[in-house]
């Protein structure tokens, strides 16, 4: 994503406001037809559902390795002499601190403190390169270029360009390295040092992205500049006991420091690792190939069953996961009622030390307090079968001692566990794990308890 390579989009775009393009179908829409996929919309954009079999799907995710196509999501470029001390005013995590290589998650908030999006940050050579929700693009660069005034700072779509594809699973690693790339690789700074047979350390031939949010760029002759990012989309540490402790303070992680391996959380299950690749359209085909035949060569020797070998997923089996792991989705379990720290996203997404930024003076003055009215909890619900009822929809209420103290944002039946699970917003007065509650559906009440989140898995820290 060089200023080279985008130079001549640049000034076609600029006569657009430099990001207003239509997304349409997928790049690759016909290549998924080819497997069999059914679409689905997601925020105005086509997404590939599933290829028949999205339980296959899911447990290829859960239990060894699986290739999704997410070119639907939102993706701009910043560019220009001061994009980083712009952007470093306009997000709650320290863009700063990033050097090449790097990459952060944050938030980008109103002046009041509410969210607008979250964002993957990702500092490459020439340009900061954002990651967000589907849909957003115009919305998103419409609030960045409010605040450009005399910066030095461009605004670049690079939707038409570059798509992304992610490899989620504990064999996602494996996966990447098969797909023989790296001899291209270089990354800014030191080599990745890896344990050599005799045990001794050694400096890889190939660098490769060992830290979560850390890039490196592959450029081959054939298929282009890609940029990889490690980034396990479907892992989550356990939040906080405690409401501020443990807060991000500029970490340059998503989930984990080192979500790469594949831990074992509880119940024996593997967390996820995973790792994104960003790659010029005309070679999306020829990359998600690659990707998908190594999935299925080395989740097939890795996976339990058959059916849980490695292949291409669609977005009902990566949302199920997702739920699972506890990770919030803006526009479902985040949107412009929230602040923050009310999201279990703070330790990650929040720095108190970087200074300045638009909502910095209103989620300082609440972190100063010590505690928000509701946060975001886990949830078992009733066993389906004696219940009787579907699962519930976003907004429906939760209940206290007769007293309304919520609302669910996402909801599932877990695959994993053989149950109904919700995230949702709870009241700080009856937020505690293990509080029973009652939820109110269109279908009647029934019963939800809070537990912890991730539904399935634990941190690194807390593997046997």
């Known amino acids: 994503m060089s200023v080279a390579i985008f130079s001549n989009y640049l000034n076609a775009a600029v006569t657009d406001r430099r990001y207003n393009h239509p997304m349409g179908s997928l790049f690759l829409h016909e290549f998924h037809h080819h497997l069999d996929a059914r679409f689905a919309e997601l925020n105005g954009t086509e997404t590939v559902n599933d290829y028949g079999d999205w339980l296959a799907e899911h447990a290829a995710l859960r239990q060894s390795v699986g290739v999704l196509d997410l070119s639907g999501r ?38 009041k403190g509410k969210m607008e999006s979250d964002l993957n940050i990702f500092c490459l050579a020439d340009e900061l390169l954002l990651d967000f929700e589907p849909g957003l693009t115009e919305k998103i660069s419409q609030r960045l270029e ?12 690079v939707v038409p360009q570059y798509g992304l594809l992610s490899v989620q699973g504990p064999e996602a690693e494996q996966v990447v390295r098969a797909i023989g790339l790296f001899g291209w690789g270089e990354r800014p700074r030191e080599p990745h040092v890896q344990a050599n ?15 979560a949010l850390d890039s490196v760029k592959i450029s081959d002759a054939t298929l282009g500049e890609i940029y990889l990012m490690n980034h396990a989309r479907l892992f989550s540490s356990p939040l906080p006991a405690k409401r501020g402790e443990g807060q991000g303070e500029g970490q340059h992680f998503t989930s984990s420091p080192r979500p790469s391996p594949p831990f074992h959380g509880r119940e024996g299950e593997n967390i996820s690792s995973g790792f994104d690749l960003f790659v ?26 058959q059916s849980e070998g490695g292949r291409a997923c669609g977005w009902q089996a990566f949302e199920t996961a997702r739920i699972e792991a506890g990770i919030p989705r803006f526009g479902l379990d985040m949107d412009e009622t929230n602040i923050p720290l009310e ?58 001692n007769g007293k309304e103290i919520g609302f669910v944002t996402s909801a599932v039946k877990s695959p994993m566990l053989n149950a109904n699970i919700a995230l949702g917003y709870i009241r700080r007065e009856a937020n505690q794990i ?16 809070i537990v912890e989140i991730p539904f399935l898995g634990g941190s690194p820290c807390q593997r046997p």
């Open 146 to 157: 409010k605040f450009i005034v005399a910066d030095d700072v461009q605004i670049v779509n």
């Open 343 to 400: 999201c279990g996203i703070e330790n990650r997404a929040v720095s108190y030390n970087k200074g300045c930024y638009v909502g910095q003076e209103v989620i300082n003055r609440i972190h100063s307090v010590g505690h928000v009215t509701r946060e975001l909890r886990g949830l078992r619900l009733a066993d389906p079968a004696s219940a009787g009822l579907p699962l519930p929809q976003r907004g429906d209420k939760l209940f206290h």
């Open 434 to 449: 293990g509080t029973e509650l009652v939820l109110r559906t269109v279908a009647g009440e029934s019963s939800a308890k």
């Open 197 to 211: 047979p005799d045990g001794s350390s050694g400096a890889s031939p190939h660098p490769f992205p060992v830290k």
């Open 74 to 111: 939102s993706r701009i470029c910043l560019t220009g002499a001061d994009r980083v001390r712009f952007l470093h005013g306009q997000v709650t995590n320290d863009v700063k601190k990033l050097r090449v290589g790097d990459g952060c998650y944050a938030a980008i908030t109103t002046n």
């Open 280 to 305: 010029p359209n005309p070679s999306l085909g020829a990359v998600a190939d690659k990707l998908i035949a190594a999935a299925k060569q080395i989740g097939g020797l890795v996976a339990p069953k």
